[in-house]
């Protein structure tokens, strides 16, 4: 009677359970799919209205919902779909914003997706999605390389795969996907080989004799040789790697440890684009963390898969091993410092704010965001190959600190410089390295107000001045820039043509630039002139054209040249409109980089550089330092060209156009520029007739002509005197 009555029970509490547990699964799915609907429709509501996706936290307020679905739900289907539509909404929230945590936050939940929802349809989505941010925003192509073809590997039937093929072939990069046959078999040695190692793991006693290794490596290796191009075979390259690893810890021997890392070596080195290449790199900078006793090879190590792997799985651990073994590997970094120069008043501690960057493989720029002025020196190191360092940039600040809130270290990644790291060097010091892999020159100087240090550094140094440019007599007392040599230009002699122009409409977001009551703001005018130019200069020349900006959104001063450089542009174009406080003045004048004596220009630079006429004359230094005659005869020689154009076209169309000349001054944003650049003020918001004109959109584009109209003033100056000139030796 007993069992009988225990049965029963067991039997009621099962249907029990049965009958609930159902109950509370379809009570959470249906929480998850009212929460997943409401998200939705505010999804739908904000790309509905372009006023609500001007401000921020109507974003916010629709991705909250997706994320909290992610967070009570995990692992429910909405909450994949959840996934994809709150990566989606960062990334298109940052064409808005224009910050790069949004990116961020969009190519981590795009990554996700597989990771957690590997079997969902949305999974190949998300890596396609992640590799285009890789690509077009990151500047990371080998990541998105890995990126398309884990599509191929993982999800070779799904509707991204063809996408993923056409993205990897334009490219230029290798398909490898397994052939039918050799697929087959390549699984059915990999599946022996891997119940082999499992069996070999499993028994202490078999770890014991080496024949049992050996008889495991030989199946891998067979793999490795007959299917070397395919999937099974980077596979069995990386268990090779793990399984030598393994030997050593049982044997101890040095050559098998060696083999270990020879073999992660070359999954690396033949197979960089495989999922698996970036963890073979961890296992080769774990195994010389752990068992070589070498912090500096270490260092180096980890630091490959932060410059090869920069979004990958492994590369968060790989930092923290990096920030770690940093601490004891940066009092070694020491060697002679070159004064670099006295930042101001140097009253007080200063603060590491901040690092940022701006790169391509062949450019970078750097910029170290302080609270006050310091005195600086700096260094390059050049790299150690027997202690297998890299070359660095080191730069000492005096009397600073760092400040709590920024990262120890930033990653840069670009070919050119891998990492930007801020330590205290000694009580007083702060010492800012600068990691590279080629550094062929670099230059660093420092802007004020804020006040911060900007390096910047190119992958091979310039070609050598044929012949010893003139020096150039200091100006005293020029009130506007003289008329550019008539002789022929070093650029000219070198051949050197227009492809491709930068243009900068000034100011933009919290910096509105020259303002009057009623909403009128100089950002917005010039925005128009430069997008009018942009396709004026697209459609007349069939040149390239970039704009530092295309919607209203705040740039730093030394951000916009760096735009340039990194586009290899062989002009750049600086849009600005004018004011003074007596309303009567008023015209068009052009501006190229140089110290000003004259007032008004030192006026207006000081307007434009948001800074005080008295850091002007701290500018004297930095310019002896950064600029070379050649450049400056080329900027002149635009400027003058422009000027010409651009008043002359005006002039025919309206009247009372006043020429105010062509002058010289030291624009920030035309510092570090590695082209002819110039600066245009376009009138003067602050007289009544310019003001109205300004406001007009067929004045701007008679604007945009008149600049255009230079331009070819310009270009048929360069092919006057290419045609003119002959190099030495040439007969007559």
Wanted: proline share 4%; glycine share 6%; aromatic share 8%.
């Amino acid at each position: 009677m007993f069992y009988q009555l225990k049965f029963i029970l067991f039997v009621t509490l099962a249907s029990f359970f049965c009958l609930f547990a159902p109950l509370e699964s379809r009570a959470a799915a249906k929480d998850a799919a009212s929460m997943l609907t409401d998200a939705d429709s505010c999804r739908k509501s904000l790309y509905e209205s372009s006023n609500k996706m001007k401000f921020r936290h109507n974003w916010e307020k629709c991705i909250g919902g997706y994320e909290r679905l992610i967070t009570e739900y995990p692992e429910s289907d909405q909450a994949a779909w959840a996934l994809y539509q709150a990566a989606r909404m960062y990334r298109d929230m940052f064409q808005v914003s224009q910050k790069n945590s949004d990116m961020d936050q969009a190519l981590k939940l795009f990554r996700l997706l597989p990771q957690h929802h590997e079997n969902h349809r949305l999974a190949d989505d998300g890596l396609y999605w992640a590799g285009e941010i890789l690509r077009t925003y990151k500047n990371a192509p080998e990541e998105a390389y890995r990126s398309y073809l884990k599509i191929l590997h993982d999800h070779p039937s799904g509707d991204m795969a063809p996408k993923a093929r056409t993205r990897i072939q334009e490219m230029g990069g290798k398909i490898v996907e397994p052939q039918a046959a050799e697929s087959r078999e390549g699984a059915r040695l990999l599946e022996r080989a891997d119940l082999c190692l499992d069996g070999l793991l499993k028994s202490t006693e078999k770890k014991k004799f080496r024949h049992n290794w050996r008889k495991c490596i030989e199946i891998y290796e067979k793999i490795v040789e007959s299917f070397p191009e395919t999937d099974q075979g980077v596979r069995a390259l990386y268990a090779l790697g793990g399984l030598y690893a393994e030997m050593y810890g049982v044997s101890r021997r040095a050559e098998d440890l060696d083999e270990a890392i020879r073999r992660y070596r070359q999954v690396v080195e033949r197979y960089r684009s495989h999922p698996v290449a970036e963890q073979a790199q961890f296992e080769i900078a774990m195994l010389v963390h752990l068992h070589r006793n070498s912090p500096t090879q270490a260092y180096v190590e980890f630091l490959k898969v932060e410059i090869m792997f920069p979004s990958g799985a492994k590369c968060t651990e790989a930092r923290e091993m990096l920030d770690r073994l940093a601490v004891n590997l940066a009092k070694a970094d020491t060697g002679p410092a070159t004064p670099a120069g006295v930042g101001g008043d140097e009253s007080g501690t200063a603060s590491v704010k901040g690092i940022r960057h701006w790169s391509t493989p062949n450019y970078t720029r750097v910029v170290v965001d302080l609270d006050n002025p310091v005195r600086y020196r700096h260094n390059l190191l050049e790299a150690d190959a027997a202690h297998k360092k890299p070359a660095r940039i080191y730069i000492d600040l005096d009397r600073a600190v760092v400040s709590k809130d920024i990262e120890s270290a930033v990653p840069i990644k670009d070919g050119l410089l891998q990492r930007a790291r801020a330590g205290q060097y000694q009580p007083e010091t702060v010492r800012v390295v600068l990691d590279s892999e080629l550094v062929g020159e670099y230059k660093v100087f420092h802007l004020h107000d804020p006040f911060r240090i900007v390096v910047d550094v190119r992958r091979s140094a310039k070609a050598e001045v044929p012949g010893k440019p003139p020096s150039r007599p200091a100006r005293k007392g020029v009130r506007k820039a003289d008329a550019p040599d008539q002789g022929v230009s070093l650029a000219r002699q070198l051949g050197l043509s227009v492809r491709r122009v930068v243009i900068d409409p000034g100011h933009g977001g919290k910096d509105p630039g020259c303002n009057l009551p009623g909403g009128v703001f100089e950002k917005d005018i010039v925005l128009d002139v430069g997008k009018i130019l942009a396709e004026r200069i697209r459609t007349r020349f069939g040149w390239e054209v970039f704009l530092t900006r295309e919607c209203d959104e705040f740039l730093p001063l030394e951000r916009r040249t760096a735009i340039a450089n990194m586009h290899k542009a062989d002009l750049f174009i600086s849009l600005h409109i004018n004011a003074h406080k007596n309303s009567s003045v008023h015209g068009i004048e052009t501006y190229f980089l140089n110290m000003a004596t004259d007032e008004n220009a030192v006026m207006v630079a000081a307007r434009e550089n948001a800074t005080s006429e008295k850091n002007l004359s701290d500018l004297q230094t930095i310019l002896n330092e950064l600029m070379m005659n050649t450049k400056i005869e080329e900027s002149s020689r635009l400027a003058h060209s422009v000027h010409k154009g651009l008043v002359g076209h005006v002039g025919s169309k309206y009247k009372n156009v006043k020429n105010l000349g062509v002058k010289q001054a030291p624009f920030y944003v035309l510092i570090g520029a590695e082209m002819p650049a110039v600066l245009l003020e376009l009138g003067f918001l602050t007289n009544g007739t310019e003001k109205k004109r300004l406001m007009d959109k067929g004045y701007r584009r008679i604007l945009a002509e008149g600049i255009s109209a230079g331009l070819k003033n310009y270009l048929d100056d360069i092919e006057q005197l290419l045609g003119a000139w002959k190099p030495a030796g040439s007969p007559s």
